[in-house]
C-alpha cells in the first residue's frame, strides 16, 4: 500500500470509518478503526510501467528486473510466529530455515565458508536465531550470522601465541578423540556436525578476513552501495557484502533491516527505513546484473506480512500508520529465472486482501525451491516418524512467476 501497491481508492475513503464486522480480524487490534491513505505519491516506473512509490528514487531504475508478486498470504498476525512461518514454514519455530533447506538440498561451493550466511541487524528479528536455525537437520546447515557491529564472528581470530600449526594439531587431535567416540555410538550424528563445524571454523579464518575487506572495491562500487553515508552505510555494506558470498559460492544469503512495523507515523518512519535500504538493494541488483550473476540467482525482498488499509489511530489524530495484515502481502523477486518486468497477482481495492493468484506462503516456499532446480517433495528429512519437508505438507509451484 505505501511501497509497491497503491490504492488511490483509500485517498477517497480517508479517516471514514471502517466496519469489520462480519469479517475475520485481520489486524492485530479490534474496536474503531479508519482508513488511511498512503502519505507517498506513485509513480509508474520502467519500460514495464510498475507501480512504485515515489520514495524509492533508486529502486525505480531496476524495475525491469524485478517481479512483483501481490498475491500472497499467510497465517499469523503475530512478529515472531509470522517471522518463523516465512523463514522456515512452521509458525512455531523449530523447523529448519529456507536456507538451511537448499544448503541441505545443494550442498556448498565453497569448502572455507558457510553455506548460509545471515546478515542481521543490531537487535536480532522476532524469534531470534530460531529464524536461521537447521532445525533437525544435520548442525552443519545452520545459518551463520555475521554481526553488524565489532568483529562479525567471534573468535574470528586465533588467541595470541596461538599458531595455526598449534590450532590444527589440536583439531588433529580432537578428531581422533572424536572419532574413537563416535565409532562407539553411530548413532550420535551431532558429534560428527561438530567436527564439521570445528573444521569449518578453522578454515574460515583465513577465507572471511578477506571477504570482509572492502578496500578492494573501487570508490565508485562503495558509492553505488552508499557505504560512507550514514543514512545507508549498514545496509549498504551488507549488500555489498552479499554479493560477494554468492561471487565465492555461499548459496543462501540473507539480509535484514528494519524495523518495518509502522503502527504510527508511517510517512516519517516507512520514509526512514526506505530512504535506508532504496540505494544498496538497487545497486546490488545492478552489480549482479553486470557481473552476470543475476540470472543464477534468486534474489528475493519480503517481509513476515502485510499491513491494512485501515488503523486505530493508536498514536493520535494525526499518527497515521497500520496494522498487520495476513491476508494481503506484496513482495518481489529478481533474477533465478523470475519473470522481470511483470506484477502477478492483484490485492483488492483496498489492499485489504489478495484477490488473484492467491497463494499460501507455503506455495512461495515451493516455488524458491523450484527456482533453485529443488523439488519440495523430494526435498525430505526423516524425522520424528516422517519424511518432512520445508512446505510441512506439499505445495504448489506458483507457474506465473517463473519464466
Known amino acids: ?26 489486524a492485530m487490534s479490534s474496536g474503531e478503526r479508519y482508513f488511511v491513505q498512503s502519505p507517498f ?35 499469523s498476525v503475530n512478529h515472531p510466529t509470522a517471522c518463523y512461518h516465512v523463514n522456515t514454514g512452521n509458525r512455531f519455530g523449530g523447523d529448519p530455515a529456507v536456507g538451511a533447506w ?13 553455506g548460509f550466511v545471515v546478515l542481521p541487524r543490531t537487535s536480532y528479528p522476532q524469534g531470534g536465531a530460531s529464524n536461521w536455525s537447521n532445525g533437525y537437520l544435520p548442525a552443519d546447515h545452520q545459518g551463520t550470522p555475521l554481526r553488524p557491529e565489532g568483529s562479525p564472528i567471534l573468535d574470528l581470530h586465533a588467541p595470541a601465541g596461538i599458531t595455526r600449526k598449534d590450532q590444527r594439531n589440536n583439531l588433529d587431535l580432537l578428531a581422533k578423540l572424536n572419532g574413537k567416540h563416535f565409532r562407539a555410538r553411530p548413532d550420535q550424528g551431532e558429534l560428527d556436525a561438530r567436527m564439521s563445524s570445528y573444521e569449518l571454523a578453522y578454515r574460515m579464518q583465513m577465507e572471511v578476513p578477506g571477504i570482509l575487506d572492502l578496500k578492494g572495491e573501487s570508490e565508485k562500487t562503495k558509492d553505488a552501495y552508499g557505504i560512507g553515508d550514514s543514512k545507508t552505510d549498514s545496509f549498504g555494506r551488507k549488500c555489498l ?26 510517512e516519517r518512519a516507512h520514509g526512514s527505513l526506505i530512504r535506508s535500504v532504496d540505494k544498496p538493494i538497487a545497486a546490488l541488483l545492478g552489480d549482479l546484473k553486470e557481473r552476470g550473476l543475476l540470472e543464477d540467482t534468486l534474489v528475493v525482498w519480503c517481509g513476515e506480512f502485510g499491513r491494512t488499509p485501515d488503523n486505530g489511530i493508536r498514536g493520535g489524530g494525526t499518527s497515521y500508520g497500520r496494522d498487520h495484515n495476513p491476508k494481503a502481502m506484496t513482495m518481489w523477486f529478481a533474477g533465478g529465472g523470475t519473470k522481470a518486468g511483470h506484477t502477478i497477482g492483484a490485492t483488492d481495492e483496498i489492499g485489504a486482501e489478495a484477490i488473484e493468484c492467491v497463494h499460501h506462503i507455503r506455495d512461495v516456499h515451493v516455488t524458491w525451491l523450484n527456482l533453485l532446480g529443488l523439488d519440495d517433495n523430494k526435498l525430505t528429512y526423516y524425522h520424528a516418524g516422517r519424511h518432512k519437508q520445508l512446505s510441512q505438507f506439499g505445495g504448489e509451484v506458483i507457474r506465473e512467476l517463473i519464466v
Not at 479517516?15 to 480480524?25: D, I
Not at 537448499?102 to 558457510?114: A, E, Q, R, S
Not at 557484502?241 to 544469503?253: H, I, N, Q, S, T
Request: net charge neutral.
Open 1 to 26: 500500500i505505501d511501497t509497491f501497491d497503491p490504492k488511490p481508492e483509500l485517498a477517497k475513503r480517508h479517516l471514514q470509518k471502517f466496519n469489520r464486522s462480519g469479517e475475520k480480524e485481520s
Open 41 to 75: 505519491d506513485f509513480l509508474k516506473a520502467g519500460k514495464c510501467g510498475a507501480d512504485v512509490s515515489a520514495e524509492w528514487k533508486h529502486l525505480k531504475e531496476r524495475v525491469d528486473d524485478m517481479c512483483f508478486y501481490r498475491g500472497c498470504q499467510v497465517e
Open 241 to 266: 557484502l552479499a554479493r560477494r558470498l554468492v561471487e565465492k559460492g555461499v548459496r543462501f544469503v540473507q539480509a535484514y533491516a528494519g524495523n518495518w512495523d509502522s503502527h504510527d507515523y508511517i
Open 102 to 114: 537448499v544448503t541441505y538440498g545443494l550442498g556448498t561451493l565453497n569448502d572455507n565458508l558457510p
